[in-house]
Each structure stands twice: as structure tokens, then as C-alpha cells.
């Protein structure tokens, strides 16, 4: 968006889950997607103000889709600097509705979690705690990274069968999580395993905050996009 919170496009992800276009919303000003009674709150225009002022902001509200329907989300919006010393503002927006995303973004007490965790039989999943030593993965990030066994718990990410995980920036990307506090939403990596095979993944993460027996843990979630590819 411009920042006056004019629009100038939307993702085919946001399309996707509400329904809108670029052609539906590009020049429009944002306020279309929030309810009447948050407009008349002038939550709008107190986001512009949070994220002109600090640099980025979050909330956690209704988005209005093209039909009208309010779908609860959260959303994380940060003031990026352009070309020529233009800038604009971009908004990330998680459909909280969508049964995965309730869970794997809504879900943050242990018991939760680990329900999260042990019901998912699709989506790879590993768990690290705040020095980067694996406490645990699922099946299906065994299965994704086809490998011979399960990481151990307590082992290294590099010690990880695997040369994605031997690499040490995607390791560095994993541990500046803990010291920025922001997480990787949606990252593309390409998983190399050897000259002809090679998967191409997306990387989301979320710190969980423990007692101060268990401290920091970071949740890992993979999802293998390859066949989306063009």
C-alpha cells in the first residue's frame, strides 16, 4: 500500500482466501476490508498511524471478504523503504479460519501444541529449543527430508542427515529467530538433496514461550510446495 493506505496490490495468497483481486481493490483505500463498527472505531487509520510511527504493527481483527464475510485473522504490517526514498506499507494477513492456520498459529499454551504436533500427519514438524538442539520432529518431517531415522533429540541441526540442514545460513536464519524475536513467515528455500533431486519448501516459525525450567522453543513448520512450482 501507498501510506496513506492506498492499495496497490494484493498476492494470489490474499486472493485466494478473500476472495479479492487486484483489479477489485488496486487504487482503493484499505478500510474496505474492515468491518463497519472497526471503521467507525477508526481502527484504520490508527494502524497507518502505529505502523507510520513505529515501523510495523499488529493486529488481530475481521477481514471483510469480497462477499461481505468477516473472517477472523491476524495480520502483521511493516513500513518498507522503496526506491528513490519512497515508502510504502505491506501487510501480511493469516486466515485464522483456515483450520490449519487456527491451529499452527493460534495454538501457543504446551497442551495445545503438542496435540498440534502429534495429530499432524502431513505437515513436517520439528521443535528446537532456544540453544537450536532438536527436541523432537514428526513422521512427516522424516518423511519430507527422507531420512533414515528420526533427528535424536538433543542433536544439532547440522547433525541433521540431510545437507539443507548442514548448511550454516539457513541454521544462522533459524537462530537470529531467538535474538530479533521475528519469525520466518512463508520462507523459500530450495532442500537440495543431491544434483538431481531437490524440493522446493516453505519455512514457517513460532516461538513458544516456556517456563523458566523449559525456556524458549522454536516451532518449525515445512510444507514441500515443489509440485507448485511453475
Given at each position: 500500500?501507498?501510506c496513506?493506505?492506498?492499495?496497490?496490490?494484493?498476492?494470489?495468497?490474499?486472493?485466494?482466501?478473500?476472495?479479492?483481486?487486484?483489479?477489485?481493490?488496486?487504487?482503493?483505500?484499505?478500510g474496505l476490508?474492515?468491518?463497519?463498527?472497526?471503521?467507525?472505531k477508526?481502527?484504520p487509520?490508527?494502524?497507518?498511524?502505529t505502523?507510520?510511527?513505529?515501523?510495523q504493527?499488529?493486529?488481530?481483527?475481521?477481514?471483510?471478504?469480497?462477499?461481505?464475510?468477516?473472517?477472523?485473522?491476524?495480520?502483521?504490517?511493516?513500513?518498507?523503504?522503496g526506491?528513490?526514498e519512497?515508502?510504502?506499507?505491506?501487510?501480511?494477513?493469516?486466515?485464522?479460519?483456515?483450520k490449519?492456520?487456527?491451529?499452527?498459529?493460534?495454538?501457543?499454551?504446551?497442551?495445545?501444541?503438542?496435540?498440534?504436533?502429534?495429530?499432524?500427519?502431513?505437515?513436517a514438524?520439528m521443535i528446537?529449543?532456544?540453544?537450536?538442539?532438536?527436541?523432537?520432529?514428526?513422521?512427516?518431517?522424516?518423511?519430507?527430508?527422507?531420512?533414515?531415522?528420526?533427528?535424536?533429540?538433543?542433536?544439532r541441526?547440522?547433525?541433521?542427515?540431510?545437507?539443507?540442514?548442514?548448511?550454516?545460513?539457513?541454521?544462522?536464519?533459524?537462530?537470529?529467530?531467538?535474538?530479533?524475536?521475528?519469525?520466518?513467515r512463508?520462507?523459500?528455500?530450495?532442500?537440495?538433496?543431491?544434483?538431481e533431486?531437490?524440493?522446493?519448501?516453505?519455512?514457517?516459525?513460532?516461538?513458544?514461550?516456556?517456563?523458566?525450567?523449559?525456556?524458549k522453543?522454536?516451532?518449525?513448520?515445512?510444507?514441500?510446495v515443489t509440485?507448485?512450482?511453475?
Amino acid at each position: 500500500m501507498e501510506c496513506d493506505g492506498t492499495i496497490l496490490k494484493v498476492n494470489n495468497a490474499f486472493t485466494k482466501n478473500f476472495g479479492y483481486t487486484n483489479e477489485d481493490v488496486a487504487g482503493k483505500y484499505f478500510g474496505l476490508f474492515f468491518t463497519t463498527k472497526d471503521k467507525e472505531k477508526g481502527m484504520p487509520e490508527l494502524e497507518l498511524q502505529t505502523v507510520l510511527k513505529l515501523r510495523q504493527s499488529h493486529d488481530e481483527n475481521y477481514v471483510v471478504d469480497k462477499n461481505g464475510v468477516g473472517i477472523w485473522s491476524t495480520g502483521e504490517t511493516v513500513l518498507v523503504d522503496g526506491s528513490e526514498e519512497k515508502k510504502y506499507v505491506v501487510k501480511d494477513i493469516i486466515n485464522l479460519q483456515s483450520k490449519r492456520q487456527l491451529q499452527l498459529f493460534l495454538n501457543q499454551t504446551e497442551e495445545l501444541l503438542e496435540r498440534v504436533f502429534e495429530s499432524s500427519k502431513e505437515t513436517a514438524m520439528m521443535i528446537v529449543d532456544g540453544s537450536m538442539k532438536v527436541l523432537k520432529a514428526n513422521e512427516a518431517f522424516k518423511k519430507l527430508f527422507d531420512l533414515p531415522d528420526l533427528p535424536a533429540p538433543g542433536s544439532r541441526l547440522g547433525q541433521i542427515e540431510h545437507p539443507f540442514w548442514k548448511n550454516t545460513m539457513i541454521r544462522s536464519e533459524l537462530t537470529n529467530i531467538l535474538i530479533t524475536n521475528q519469525p520466518l513467515r512463508d520462507r523459500k528455500y530450495l532442500a537440495q538433496k543431491n544434483e538431481e533431486e531437490a524440493k522446493a519448501i516453505l519455512i514457517n516459525t513460532r516461538v513458544i514461550e516456556g517456563n523458566s525450567e523449559k525456556g524458549k522453543r522454536v516451532f518449525i513448520i515445512i510444507d514441500d510446495v515443489t509440485s507448485q512450482q511453475g
